[in-house]
């Protein structure tokens, strides 16, 4: 399709028609997210006979805007009580929780709102125009180029662990050690499943996550009277000045929300790579070329920015190989596949010649959902942010059965309650003893990725490590990650210098 601006602004006035399922399905799509548990690929499903009935440029509007918003409304527990309310906001706790400690959680809100919307908007808005390049960087990064990435994400351990490096470290490798349990990726062996069949596929990650952050922040909670009370800085007098300093610390952010949610755009494209990666690796990255690496973890504004501006670039990536050539790149893509294909919908190449409006039609309807996103959600965030002034008796209670609930409802196991009630304890002690629980997730996450691509690099070259650099991309890669190691040395050794002229 050869664009000119008539034909541009044509499918966007037809995508626009549309805002009467796109505003509904954003509205949704904040609450999901919000709890702990559902995501958008469990809603869909529960959904099932709505979109079923949907006429087919209906229901994937409808789905890709739920999708959308699920990104942004993760992060409001996350910054709020220290709840992620999905994956992929688990790194927004790092700082954000940590202002709302102080506070300002509606700055944080309205500063991960702008972030958020933002990096969603540039990523759809680049994808709609790259999308035949972007289509084909699936092609190109395999097993030996996503070991590098999740090395990327496991250099977080270090730098969330630079207060206390051995700590950090310890929680870092248990949680590699947890995400071994289950069947192995060559011969499916169980290993550590203790003869539970349920665990056999991996440890669950929704219930360990609760676990790890709800659970053991609610236990937590009992401890204090309200949220903020570790500081003595109430939300009960924010003023709307509040939200107006969040987006003008956002706005002033603009380049760091930009390269950090290409960041969740590229990692989004790459099959099974997702959002809980992207956010990471950008909070590390974020934090490595930071002039100010020490004020990461204490509430630091870009330490909140990077992981929210990554996440919701996520969306539009991962549906690239979906639309693109019909290969869904994470679960709720998949679930969006199912649907399309019943109702006698083709993706792939072709369907960008047959029918431009539906293809391209996607990614503008991300666009207005993010639009739609920035104008619903900004104006809630003084509303919102009078959470942490809750009681904890009452806040507590209610943390707790929803976090039970959504620990349940992925799999629908009630041994999962279980797997996040043993997490919330294990979390609870680690918190305690100050070893960090986000560095223990890390590891959990990250572990089975990092063993399934590492194995099937080397079985396919019969066991030789010389594989990990023999792809030109792969190398680069590497050298990447080589210069983000050296980074905060060379830059130690440059003010050094720097010192010791100035004295001289």
């Given at each position: 399709?050869?664009?000119?601006?008539?034909?541009?602004?044509?499918?966007?006035?037809?995508?626009?028609?549309?805002?009467?399922?796109?505003i509904?399905?954003?509205?949704?799509?904040?609450?999901?997210?919000?709890?702990?548990?559902?995501?958008?690929?469990?809603?869909?499903?529960?959904?099932?006979?709505?979109?079923?009935?949907?006429?087919?440029?209906?229901?994937?509007?409808?789905?890709?805007?739920?999708?959308?918003?699920?990104?942004?409304?993760?992060?409001?527990?996350?910054?709020?009580?220290?709840?992620?309310?999905?994956?992929?906001?688990?790194?927004?706790?790092?700082?954000?929780?940590?202002?709302?400690?102080?506070?300002?959680?509606?700055?944080?809100?309205?500063?991960?709102?702008v972030?958020?919307?933002?990096?969603?908007?540039?990523?759809?808005?680049?994808?709609?125009?790259?999308?035949?390049?972007?289509?084909?960087?699936?092609?190109?990064?395999?097993?030996?180029?996503?070991?590098?990435?999740?090395?990327?994400?496991?250099?977080?351990?270090?730098?969330?662990?630079?207060?206390?490096?051995?700590?950090?470290?310890?929680?870092?490798?248990?949680?590699?050690?947890?995400?071994?349990?289950?069947?192995?990726?060559?011969?499916?062996?169980?290993?550590?499943?203790?003869?539970?069949?349920?665990?056999?596929?991996?440890?669950?990650?929704?219930?360990?996550m609760?676990?790890?952050?709800?659970?053991?922040?609610?236990?937590?909670?009992?401890?204090?009277?309200?949220?903020?009370?570790?500081?003595?800085?109430?939300?009960?007098?924010?003023?709307?000045?509040?939200?107006?300093?969040?987006?003008?610390?956002?706005?002033?952010?603009?380049?760091?929300?930009?390269?950090?949610s290409?960041?969740?755009?590229?990692?989004?494209?790459?099959?099974?790579?997702?959002?809980?990666?992207?956010?990471?690796?950008?909070?590390?990255?974020?934090?490595?070329?930071?002039?100010?690496?020490?004020?990461?973890?204490?509430?630091?504004?870009?330490?909140?920015?990077?992981?929210?501006?990554?996440?919701?670039?996520?969306?539009?990536?991962?549906?690239v190989?979906?639309?693109?050539?019909?290969?869904?790149?994470?679960?709720?893509?998949?679930?969006?596949?199912?649907?399309?294909?019943?109702?006698?919908?083709?993706?792939?190449?072709?369907?960008?010649?047959?029918?431009p409006?539906?293809?391209y039609?996607?990614?503008?309807?991300?666009?207005?959902?993010?639009?739609?996103?920035?104008?619903?959600?900004?104006?809630?965030?003084?509303h919102?942010?009078?959470?942490?002034?809750?009681?904890?008796?009452?806040?507590?209670?209610?943390?707790?059965a929803?976090?039970?609930?959504?620990?349940?409802?992925?799999?629908?196991?009630?041994?999962?309650?279980?797997?996040?009630?043993?997490?919330?304890?294990?979390?609870?002690?680690?918190?305690?003893?100050?070893?960090?629980?986000?560095?223990?997730?890390?590891?959990?996450?990250?572990?089975?990725?990092?063993?399934?691509?590492?194995?099937?690099?080397?079985?396919?070259?019969?066991?030789?490590?010389?594989?990990?650099?023999?792809?030109?991309l792969?190398?680069?890669?590497?050298?990447?990650?080589?210069?983000?190691?050296l980074?905060?040395?060379?830059?130690?050794?440059?003010?050094?210098?720097?010192?010791?002229?100035?004295?001289?």
């Amino acid at each position: 399709m050869h664009w000119d601006f008539t034909q541009a602004l044509d499918l966007f006035l037809h995508t626009l028609g549309y805002w009467w399922v796109i505003i509904p399905s954003v509205l949704v799509g904040i609450l999901v997210g919000a709890i702990p548990g559902l995501n958008a690929a469990n809603t869909i499903i529960m959904l099932l006979p709505l979109t079923l009935a949907m006429k087919p440029e209906v229901s994937l509007f409808f789905m890709v805007s739920l999708y959308c918003a699920t990104h942004l409304g993760g992060g409001i527990p996350a910054i709020l009580i220290n709840v992620p309310g999905t994956g992929g906001a688990a790194a927004s706790t790092l700082d954000g929780y940590p202002m709302a400690l102080k506070g300002l959680g509606q700055q944080a809100l309205a500063m991960s709102f702008v972030a958020a919307t933002a990096g969603g908007l540039i990523a759809s808005l680049a994808t709609l125009f790259l999308l035949p390049f972007l289509s084909r960087i699936g092609y190109y990064v395999h097993s030996v180029e996503m070991v590098v990435i999740m090395l990327f994400g496991i250099i977080l351990i270090a730098a969330i662990a630079a207060k206390n490096m051995l700590k950090g470290l310890i929680a870092g490798v248990f949680g590699l050690l947890l995400g071994g349990i289950g069947a192995d990726a060559i011969y499916s062996a169980p290993r550590a499943t203790f003869g539970f069949l349920e665990l056999y596929s991996g440890l669950p990650l929704v219930p360990v996550m609760i676990g790890l952050f709800a659970i053991s922040e609610a236990l937590l909670m009992i401890e204090h009277e309200i949220v903020s009370s570790k500081t003595g800085a109430h939300d009960k007098n924010a003023v709307w000045a509040q939200t107006r300093e969040g987006i003008q610390m956002a706005g002033q952010r603009w380049w760091h929300i930009v390269w950090t949610s290409f960041i969740g755009l590229v990692i989004g494209i790459i099959p099974g790579a997702g959002a809980s990666i992207a956010s990471f690796v950008a909070y590390q990255q974020s934090r490595m070329y930071s002039k100010t690496p020490e004020l990461y973890g204490t509430g630091h504004p870009e330490g909140l920015i990077a992981p929210e501006a990554a996440n919701n670039g996520v969306g539009p990536g991962s549906l690239v190989p979906l639309m693109a050539i019909g290969v869904p790149g994470g679960e709720t893509s998949a679930v969006m596949l199912i649907v399309l294909q019943y109702q006698g919908i083709v993706l792939g190449p072709r369907l960008f010649m047959t029918t431009p409006y539906l293809a391209y039609g996607v990614f503008i309807a991300m666009v207005l959902a993010y639009l739609f996103m920035l104008l619903t959600i900004l104006p809630m965030a003084h509303h919102l942010s009078r959470i942490t002034v809750v009681s904890t008796k009452y806040l507590v209670p209610i943390i707790i059965a929803f976090t039970l609930v959504g620990a349940f409802a992925p799999r629908e196991y009630g041994f999962d309650m279980v797997i996040a009630l043993v997490f919330g304890i294990l979390g609870y002690l680690c918190r305690k003893t100050g070893y960090h629980v986000a560095a223990l997730l890390i590891g959990v996450v990250l572990g089975p990725y990092i063993e399934r691509n590492l194995m099937r690099a080397l079985r396919i070259s019969d066991g030789k490590v010389g594989i990990l650099f023999s792809s030109t991309l792969g190398n680069m890669l590497w050298a990447m990650l080589v210069f983000t190691l050296l980074l905060p040395w060379l830059r130690q050794q440059w003010h050094r210098m720097a010192a010791a002229k100035h004295a001289a």
